[in-house]
């Protein structure tokens, strides 16, 4: 079966950069798009961009344009999100998912992380 | 690019059935067939419900459909249940930047 599994919690200070992995499993990696979402603690869904995971192209969303990185690793079948510049406001859960044009049905269990002084 | 448009709440009786609607514009949801909808409890990831304007993912139950009249989606959710109770999201493509918007969410409670 599909399965995205993500790194674990991180606890960063202001200005720093995170870096969260999703490795996939159960489907051709190369296949499918890697989109990355965020939600803030009681704050709605926020597409931060995407990769397609057999080209490597990526699409970011504005509001993250200058902060963000999103690459893949296709023989770990893993992508990753590289935020940089973190204020407290970066505060979220950031998923991973797998789809096409948009995000399909298979997705990580999150990823907290609190940036905090 | 701005949030779709969500009611933030709807509300319904056990087997009633309520529909939430999610408006874009020609540049979204009304010029692309990339509509999703998606369900999501408390601290739990997203669970996607209805894909491509209409179609359900493989075991979810045919009380959730979904439909698109211009620049306005809407997922309906008929004899309403319990675990229905949740935060439901639309979202769609953006062509114009290859890009994908989400909507604001709205809290579906049974009451």
């Known amino acids: 079966q599909v399965q995205l599994v993500q790194s674990g919690t991180e606890v960063k200070k202001p200005g720093a950069s995170v870096k969260v992995s999703c490795k996939a499993s159960g489907y051709t990696f190369t296949s499918y798009a890697i989109h990355w979402v965020r939600q803030a603690p009681g704050q709605r869904l926020e597409w931060m961009g995407w990769i397609n995971a057999g080209k490597g192209n990526t699409k970011y969303s504005q509001k993250f344009q200058a902060r963000v990185t999103i690459t893949r690793d296709t023989s770990a079948s893993t992508a990753f999100m590289e935020l940089s510049s973190l204020i407290s406001e970066d505060t979220a859960v950031y998923y991973c998912?797998?789809?096409?044009?948009?995000?399909?049905?298979?997705w990580g269990q999150g990823t907290l992380v609190t940036v905090s002084s | 690019q701005s949030a779709l448009t969500q009611p933030p709440s709807a509300s319904g009786s056990p087997g009633q059935s309520v529909t939430i609607s999610c408006t874009g514009t020609r540049s979204d949801v009304g010029g692309y067939n990339y509509v999703s909808w998606f369900q999501q409890h408390p601290g739990k990831a997203p669970k996607l419900m209805i894909y491509?304007?209409?179609k359900r993912p493989s075991g979810v139950p045919d009380r959730f459909s979904g439909s698109k009249s211009g620049n306005t989606a809407s997922l309906t959710v008929s004899g309403l249940r319990a675990e229905d109770e949740a935060d439901y999201y639309c979202?769609?493509?953006?062509?114009?930047?290859?890009?994908?918007?989400f909507g604001g969410g709205t809290k579906l409670t049974v009451l």
């Open positions: 979202s769609s493509y953006v062509g114009s930047n290859n890009h994908v918007v």
């Open positions: 998912a797998r789809g096409g044009p948009v995000a399909g049905s298979d």
């Open positions: 491509e304007v209409t």
